[in-house]
């Protein structure tokens, strides 16, 4: 291989290394924007604590989700549940607290709650530890 070869890999691997630093970083920030205008769009309980949690979540624990082609038949895909992807965050932030816990912190209605924990477990983006009101979430490993 010679030098200029050489030269060449590390200048890729040095801007690839930023340009996938520079779209993490855009992503938190965005992830952070939304959780802070569904805030005062509810005008609950601060969710700086909150927004500083997902922005912590390191990128590579976030996998985007695949596009998803629609249904031969009648009935489409329903979209993602917004309170899924919110519980989603808080759960790998702070992992093994109860419904109510994560419910309380993020602001939901215990509808909003059910839906998107079914949905999660549904997916298999979480597992829950427990029975009854003993139940603890985490993020599902792999």
């Not at 998803?68 to 808080?90: E, G, N, Q, T």
């Amino acid at each position: 291989m010679t030098n200029v070869q050489s030269e060449l890999e590390a200048r890729t691997r040095d801007f690839v290394a930023a340009v996938a630093e520079a779209v993490k970083k855009a992503t938190l920030e965005g992830v952070a924007e939304v959780l802070r205008r569904d805030h005062e769009a509810t005008r609950h309980a601060p969710v700086e604590d909150d927004a500083l949690v997902a922005a912590e979540i390191e990128a590579s624990d976030v996998e985007p989700e695949p596009d998803v082609a629609p249904l031969p038949s009648k009935s489409l895909p329903k979209p993602p549940s917004p309170a899924a992807d919110r519980v989603s965050f808080y759960i790998k932030a702070k992992p093994g607290l109860r419904a109510e816990e994560i419910r309380a912190a993020l602001g939901l209605d215990k509808d909003d709650m059910q839906k998107a924990i079914k949905v999660l477990l549904g997916k298999g983006k979480i597992t829950k530890e427990g029975e009854l009101r003993g139940t603890r979430y985490r993020p599902a490993s792999g």
